[in-house]
């Protein structure tokens, strides 16, 4: 098993429907988080979780709800997503403590029509 | 609050020839932690190399080499003979505290293409 698995990698979805993204660790790891990577824009933060507790929500619209029900594992639940929310959405954990390298995911290219 | 950034959006070298990537930071946190990371085309963010605000030497690892000059406050990437499969952007991140965590907050990237 990789480090750190996302699902699905490519995911088309239209402005009224639900979808939801699943991240899932095999390291160990008490860290997750969730970015969102826009061509153009620089890795922008949205969700940070340590030890299954939410620290940090970087202003995301209310059409991005997170989920993380253990250490392992992390959702991002969308629901009537925008034109411009198409981005490819990276999953990453680290352990808290050592505080060294955050691993990532393969991430999630989203297109929203 | 805490700053990366990268001031080449791309950069150009031959294959076998050296190449720096730069990075300067801005934070006022006296321990600090500064990483690169290579993103291929395929999306994966793939970790490189680690520098520790107090390492007194400068990290490598492999073919990359890290040029931290502390009190410029930058953190240079040094690919040595560089192959095609380098090509893809790399990205210089900083680890920054908050709220007992430590996150990566990264600057805007350099795309790097190796020309045979």
């Known amino acids: 098993e990789t480090g750190v698995t996302q699902t699905p990698r490519h995911l088309v979805m239209g402005m009224t429907n639900k979808k939801s993204l699943k991240c899932e660790q095999h390291l160990g790891h008490n860290a997750m988080y969730w970015y969102k990577q826009s061509a153009k824009k620089p890795l922008e933060l949205m969700f940070v979780?340590?030890?299954?507790?939410?620290?940090e929500n970087n202003s995301v619209p209310s059409r991005f709800s997170p989920e993380c029900p253990n250490s392992s594992h992390l959702f991002l639940h969308l629901h009537t997503l925008q034109p411009e929310d198409s981005a490819l959405y990276l999953c990453?954990?680290?352990?808290?403590?050592?505080?060294?390298?955050?691993?990532f995911g393969q991430g999630t290219r989203l297109t929203v029509v | 609050a805490q700053k990366i950034t990268q001031t080449q959006p791309g950069m150009f070298v031959q294959e076998k020839e050296a190449v720096t990537l730069d990075c300067t930071y801005d934070t006022s946190d006296p321990s600090y932690g500064l990483f690169w990371y290579k993103q291929p085309s395929s999306g994966e963010m793939i970790f490189l190399i680690y520098?520790?605000?107090?390492?007194?030497q400068n990290a490598t690892e492999g073919r990359y080499s890290l040029n931290f000059q502390k009190a410029r406050k930058s953190a240079n990437l040094v690919i040595s003979a560089s192959q095609l499969g380098d090509s893809a952007m790399y990205f210089c991140?900083?680890?920054?505290?908050?709220?007992?965590?430590?996150?990566?907050?990264f600057g805007r990237g350099t795309s790097l293409i190796v020309h045979p």
């Open positions: 990453a954990s680290s352990q808290e403590g050592a505080g060294l390298e955050a691993f």
């Open positions: 979780y340590n030890f299954k507790e939410q620290t």
């Open positions: 991140a900083m680890r920054r505290s908050s709220g007992g965590s430590y996150i990566p907050t």
């Open positions: 520098q520790g605000s107090y390492d007194q």
